[in-house]
C-alpha cells in the first residue's frame, strides 16, 4: 500500500501502481470524466500513468493551466497524426503547448500547405478525436529510438535524440501516430470537443537561420465546444480594442521609421494622459514618504558590471557609447536601480534614517529584437514608475506590506478587479542563473511569502520566475475580456546592496547593509497605458480622460454661449473642447461617440435661455437637463469615486 496525499491534506491508501485516473474515479465518476492530468510530488504526469510510492496528488482539469497546457499538447500530437494522414511522408519537429494553444513544426518536402488547407486538417482530427484513441506512454532505448527514425529518415528527431540521456527516453501512441516525447498527454482523444487551426508561419528548424524553415501551424482546442466559441468572440472584442489602432484614432501616440522602431512618439493628448498618470502616482507617493530624484539616461559600464547587469544583459543592451577617451564606455540605462544605489551611497546613512525611499519616472533603453516589438507592449525605449526602498531587514515585511497596498490602490482607481499575486522563486535546480547567496535569498523569498499572506493576496508560485538579484510579486491582471497581463512588480534585493557595498550606521554603532526593495505599480508606462486602452477599450476613467467633454452647439447661433460654458468649466479645471463645425448635430454626437467623451453638451436656444445643459453621458445616452453648477458637481462626484 502507499499514502497519496490530496491536496485538502487529507491522506489516503490505495495499492502500489494504482494511476491518478483510478483515485478520481474513487473519489466520483464525474470528477473522473474530467480529469486531463495529474500533478504527483510537484511533476506533471498522465492521469493513466502508474504511482509506485508515497506522493502528494492534485488532479488537473481544463480550468487548470497544467491541465490545458498537457491538452493543447495532446493536440499538437492529434493534428500531426491527422496531418500525416492527409501528407504522407511528412517530417515533424517540435510541437509544444503555449500560452493559448500549440504549434507543430512540419516539414512537408515538395509538398505546400496553405490557409484553405486548415479546414480539411480540423475535420480530420474531429474524426480521430472521436474514436477515443488511447496516449501510450513507452520507455524505449536511445538504440531503438535512433533506429525508429532512422527508418523514418526524420532527421529532425535523430537530432533531438543526440542531446537526450539514455534511459529517459519515452515514445507517445495514439492511434496511427507515435512520436519522440516526454509527456505528460490526456488519457485519449476523446477530450477533444472543440478545434480552430489559427495560422500558418514559417519557423527555422532549432531557432537558427541557417537551418531549413520548416512550415509552422499553430491551433487550439478545448473540451467544450462553447469554449471555443467564447474563446473567437474574445479574439474578435480584441481586434476592437487593440491599443495600435485605437492609439492612432484616439490621436494618443505614434512611431516613426526615421526616429526608430520600437521608440514611441506621444501626441499631445497621450502625452497628457501620461502626466496625469505619473501625477496621480506621485501623489500617492509623496503621501507614502517617497522622495523623488532624477538620474541620467547613460551609465558607465562599470557601473553595470558591478550591478552584474552588464553581465546578464549586456547582449540584450544597445551597444557602449565609445567616448574620445580611451577604454571608457558608456550605455543606455537599461535599469534604473544601479543609478539610485549611487544616490543612497552619496551620504551616509544611520538607521534612524531608514527607510529611504526613492523615486524616479525613469526611462531605460533594452534592444529587443525586431520580430519581438509590439505596440506599446514591446519597446526599446519605455519609463518605468520605479521606485528603491532602502531599509533595515526588521523593516522588510513592513514596507513590503506598504508597497502592496500601493499596488492595489492603483488597481482600484483603474477599474482592474480580477487579479492574482504571483510569487516568483528562484529556480532551486539551476542557481547559476542568480546571484547571490542561498541565505539571503531564503530570507528574500520568505518576506515576500509572508506579506503576501497577511495581505490575504490570491497567489499563485511560480518557481523560476524571480529576477537575477532577487524574488518579486509580479501582479498578474485579467483585463476586461479575460486576458491576462504582468503589470506591478514588487521585488526584495540582498544582493545589490553587497554589489555596491551600501551601509548604514545601526544603533550599535556598526557598520550593517541595508536591504533594498523595487517597486513599479504600473510596470512601465507605455505597456500600462497599453493595457488600459484595451481593458477600457479606450473609453478611460473620466479623471484621466483626454477630453473629459465636449460641447455641441445645436448650430452657429448657439457658438457664443458654448464658449461661455467652455470658459467657465475651465475655471474648475475641467477638460472641455466646443465642435464649432458646421455639421448636424446627429453627425456631432456619433462622431464624439466615436472619440469616446466622457459627456457631451447639447446646447441650443432653451438651454442658452435657461443657462442650462443638456447632457449626455457616454454609454448611457441623455440622462437630463442641468444648470453649469449641478453639472460641475456631477463630474467632481464621478472622479471622487472613480479614482
Not at 527516453?169 to 485519449?188: A, E, K, M, S, V
Amino acid at each position: 500500500m502507499i499514502d497519496i496525499t490530496l491536496p485538502d491534506g487529507s491522506v489516503k491508501q490505495y495499492e502500489e501502481g494504482i494511476t491518478a485516473l483510478d483515485i478520481a474515479k474513487s473519489i466520483s465518476e464525474g470528477l473522473a470524466r474530467n480529469v486531463l492530468a495529474a500533478k504527483v510530488n510537484g511533476e506533471i504526469w498522465d492521469a493513466t500513468r502508474p504511482i509506485h510510492k508515497n506522493a502528494s496528488l492534485v488532479l488537473l482539469k481544463a480550468e487548470d493551466n497544467e491541465g490545458k497546457s498537457t491538452l493543447w499538447h495532446s493536440s499538437a500530437h492529434l493534428m500531426a497524426e491527422a496531418i500525416e494522414a492527409i501528407f504522407p511522408g511528412t517530417k515533424f519537429g517540435i510541437g509544444p503547448p503555449i500560452e493559448n494553444g500549440f504549434y507543430y513544426d512540419i516539414d512537408l518536402g515538395e509538398k505546400t500547405i496553405s490557409l484553405d488547407d486548415l479546414k480539411t486538417i480540423e475535420d480530420k482530427m474531429m474524426e480521430l478525436a472521436k474514436l477515443n484513441n488511447v496516449f501510450f506512454r513507452k520507455e524505449i532505448t536511445k538504440t531503438d529510438a535512433i533506429a525508429h527514425f532512422t527508418e523514418k529518415k526524420d532527421e529532425y528527431k535523430l537530432d533531438l535524440l543526440k542531446d537526450l540521456e539514455d534511459g529517459k527516453i519515452t515514445f507517445y501512441t495514439q492511434g496511427n501516430f507515435t512520436d519522440l516525447c516526454r509527456g505528460p498527454h490526456i488519457p485519449h482523444t476523446g477530450f477533444i470537443k472543440a478545434i480552430k487551426l489559427m495560422n500558418i508561419a514559417g519557423a527555422y528548424w532549432r531557432g537558427d537561420e541557417k537551418n531549413k524553415q520548416l512550415t509552422r501551424i499553430y491551433g487550439i482546442t478545448f473540451t467544450k465546444s462553447k469554449d471555443l466559441s467564447d474563446y473567437l468572440h474574445m479574439l474578435e472584442e480584441a481586434k476592437k480594442r487593440d491599443h495600435r489602432k485605437l492609439g492612432k484614432e484616439l490621436e494618443l501616440f505614434t512611431f516613426s521609421e526615421k526616429v526608430g522602431m520600437g521608440l514611441p512618439l506621444w501626441l499631445p493628448k497621450g502625452a497628457a494622459l501620461r502626466d496625469r498618470l505619473e501625477n496621480f502616482l506621485k501623489k500617492a507617493q509623496i503621501k507614502s514618504g517617497y522622495l523623488p530624484v532624477v538620474t541620467p539616461h547613460i551609465g558607465n559600464k562599470n557601473l553595470y558590471v558591478t550591478s552584474g547587469h552588464y553581465e546578464k544583459y549586456g547582449s540584450d543592451s544597445f551597444q557602449p557609447i565609445r567616448t574620445p577617451h580611451e577604454g571608457e564606455e558608456f550605455f543606455l540605462k537599461p535599469m534604473n536601480c544601479p543609478h539610485h544605489c549611487e544616490i543612497y551611497k552619496a551620504t551616509p546613512k544611520s538607521y534612524k534614517d531608514l527607510p529611504v525611499r526613492l523615486a524616479e519616472f525613469g526611462t531605460v533603453y533594452r534592444y529587443e529584437q525586431a520580430g519581438e516589438l509590439h505596440g506599446l507592449t514591446r519597446v526599446r525605449g519605455f519609463t518605468q514608475d520605479d521606485a528603491h526602498l532602502f531599509c533595515r531587514p526588521d523593516q522588510v515585511k513592513e514596507e513590503f506590506c506598504k508597497v502592496i497596498d500601493l499596488v492595489l490602490y492603483v488597481f482600484k482607481a483603474l477599474d482592474f478587479k480580477d487579479y492574482t499575486a504571483q510569487i516568483s522563486l528562484r529556480d532551486p535546480e539551476n542557481k547559476s542563473k542568480y546571484i547571490g547567496s542561498d541565505e539571503n535569498w531564503a530570507l528574500a523569498e520568505n518576506a515576500i511569502i509572508e506579506s503576501a499572506q497577511e495581505k490575504g493576496l490570491n497567489t499563485v508560485v511560480e518557481l523560476g520566475e524571480a529576477a537575477f538579484y532577487g524574488p518579486k510579486l509580479d501582479f498578474m491582471v485579467r483585463d476586461a475580456i479575460g486576458r491576462k497581463w504582468q503589470l506591478g512588480t514588487i521585488q526584495v534585493d540582498y544582493n545589490l546592496p553587497e554589489r555596491f557595498e551600501l551601509e548604514y550606521t545601526g544603533s550599535d554603532n556598526q557598520k550593517h547593509r541595508p536591504v533594498m526593495i523595487h517597486r513599479a505599480p504600473f510596470g512601465s508606462l507605455e505597456r500600462f497605458v497599453a493595457v488600459l486602452i484595451e481593458h477600457c477599450a479606450g473609453k478611460f476613467p473620466l479623471w484621466l480622460a483626454p477630453e473629459q467633454v465636449y460641447i455641441l452647439p445645436i448650430s452657429e447661433r448657439y457658438n457664443d454661449y458654448a464658449k461661455k460654458v467652455l470658459e467657465l468649466l475651465k475655471n474648475y479645471d475641467i477638460r472641455a473642447l466646443v465642435d464649432e463645425r458646421n455639421e448636424k448635430i446627429g453627425k456631432k454626437i456619433r462622431d464624439t461617440e466615436l472619440n469616446k467623451v466622457p459627456f457631451m453638451l447639447i446646447v441650443g436656444e432653451k438651454e442658452a435661455e435657461e443657462e442650462k445643459l443638456s447632457v449626455r453621458k457616454q454609454g448611457s445616452g441623455d440622462i437630463g437637463s442641468y444648470t453649469i453648477p449641478e453639472f460641475v458637481s456631477l463630474i467632481n462626484r464621478e472622479i471622487e469615486i472613480k479614482s
